[in-house]
């Protein structure tokens, strides 16, 4: 490469110096968002837990399906936080962020290799920018999101060894196919979209032997996840569905930037929904490079995320209001498409070599703007949520928890009184925001 093509100090110190301050607010807002105690879905975990102490049942522990699931990791990872963390809540974040930032400097490191000499540092950084916004620290932070990392762990992980290189490697394809993705579906139902985009992979390789059985092995791995399954047992309740799906759908293709301007939720979801497509299409033809095909799996990955939730939250969630706890499932959709602009920025700095430096100085400021905007809504929405858990825990009564801490809140009073007499999850790493009229405390002082 030559001095000429590359970028000037200057231009690389800015990018670098952007990228240094975004991921240090992302180290900020691990704690800052923390959420240790218990609420929504936690007690029934819980609960659950203790089922298992009575009876001995360690196959139904782990394998019954919760709201369809079955979160394999999520109580194994309880069942260490409560045996050897004291139940303090710490295990649930430590995997929360290892999951996170281990999802994200996998995908760095795929963006990097694949932008070539003389944008590493731009390819590489800018999927760190988009694995690691605001929002999506969110789900690293709390008990009950931890499931949506996991399942993104080891599904972009299943992708990404499968690259080809000089050949496929048969370690790299075992590690892949009967590890990497049936893990996935063992911290989320989401989990089970990583099977179809191992099978675009494949398709259309100079290696379609592979189709029939990783097919063979999606299909039987869905019919163990799927067996005993029914609408009464999984917590599933679908009404309606037809525009209502599509709605939703198109919201969730709009994540994270819906849950700031609804109303840009339809338009934004059919743009993202247009570009993917053409972005598979380009990527689905014989002559694309491999690496196009890992970045169109990584936005099939999304795009089946989508879909399921469409499906199976029909009815049960406003298409305005689609949970931002999915945003972490487009981040596979956001670096592929980065990565497929990769060789455009390539002939733009060819092009215009002058104007190069300015539009990295450019990226590096609106990725700060924009990281310093989800900062704040993430800071925001988790202290909502801790001060509903706070008023919970002080005796207070309102309707938001009803479903911030569950629909019979005696039921969930008396399961925390228990979790207080055994010194159970009564730790926090921040103050309780305030009251409207007053001062936050300790969540975890003496005499609270």
């Known amino acids: ?166 050949r496929w490697r048969r370690w790299r394809l075992f590690l892949s196919f009967l590890v990497c993705a049936p893990a996935a579906g063992l911290g989320s139902a989401a989990g089970l979209a990583v099977w179809p985009a191992l099978l675009f992979v494949f398709w259309r390789s100079d290696k379609p032997r592979h189709v029939l059985p990783l097919a063979s092995m999606s299909v039987s791995f869905a019919a163990i996840y799927l067996f005993g399954q029914s609408y009464a047992t999984s917590g599933l309740a679908v009404h309606g569905g037809g525009l209502q799906s599509v709605e939703l759908i198109l919201n969730y293709l709009a994540l994270p930037w819906v849950r700031a301007v609804p109303a840009a939720g339809l338009p934004l979801g059919v743009v993202v929904l247009a570009v993917s497509l053409v972005a598979l299409a380009g990527a689905f033809r014989q002559e694309a490079q491999g690496t196009a095909r890992i970045a169109g799996a990584l936005i099939l990955f999304s795009l089946g995320t989508a879909a399921m939730a469409g499906l199976a939250r029909t009815g049960a969630t406003a298409p305005s209001l689609v949970p931002m706890r999915y945003a972490a499932f487009m981040i596979p959709l956001h670096v592929g498409l980065w990565v497929l602009a990769l060789p455009y920025m390539r002939r733009f700095r060819a092009r215009r070599p002058r104007a190069r430096d300015a539009a990295v100085i450019a990226v590096a400021v609106a990725m700060l703007g924009h990281q310093g905007l989800m900062g704040l809504f993430a800071v925001r929405t988790a202290d909502i949520n801790l001060r509903v858990v706070a008023d919970f825990r002080e005796g207070r009564r309102s309707p938001a928890m009803l479903t911030a801490i569950g629909p019979d809140l005696a039921l969930r009073a008396a399961q925390a009184a228990q979790l207080r007499r055994e010194g159970r999850y009564q730790r926090e790493l921040r103050r309780d925001p305030p009251t409207a009229g007053g001062s936050g405390t300790s969540a975890s002082s003496p005499g609270r």
Do not use: K
Not at 62 to 75: K, M, Q, R
Not at 97 to 125: E, K, Q, Y
């Open 1 to 166: 490469m030559s001095e000429g093509q590359r970028l000037s100090r200057p231009a690389r110190a800015a990018f670098a110096g952007a990228l240094a301050i975004y991921l240090g607010v992302a180290g900020w807002l691990v704690w800052r968002t923390s959420i240790l105690e218990p609420y929504s879905d936690m007690y029934d975990w819980l609960a659950r837990w203790r089922a298992w102490q009575a009876d001995g049942n360690l196959g139904r522990y782990l394998w019954a399906p919760h709201n369809f699931h079955h979160l394999v990791w999520t109580f194994t990872v309880l069942a260490l936080d409560i045996r050897a963390f004291g139940a303090s809540g710490y295990l649930f974040l430590a995997v929360g962020v290892i999951c996170l930032a281990a999802t994200a400097a996998m995908l760095a490191r795929f963006a990097s290799r694949a932008a070539g000499p003389g944008l590493g540092l731009i390819g590489g950084g800018v999927a760190l920018a988009l694995s690691l916004m605001g929002c999506d620290i969110l789900d690293a932070t709390a008990d009950i999101n931890i499931t949506y990392v996991q399942a993104l762990l080891f599904a972009v992980a299943a992708i990404l060894l499968v690259q080809r290189q000089v």
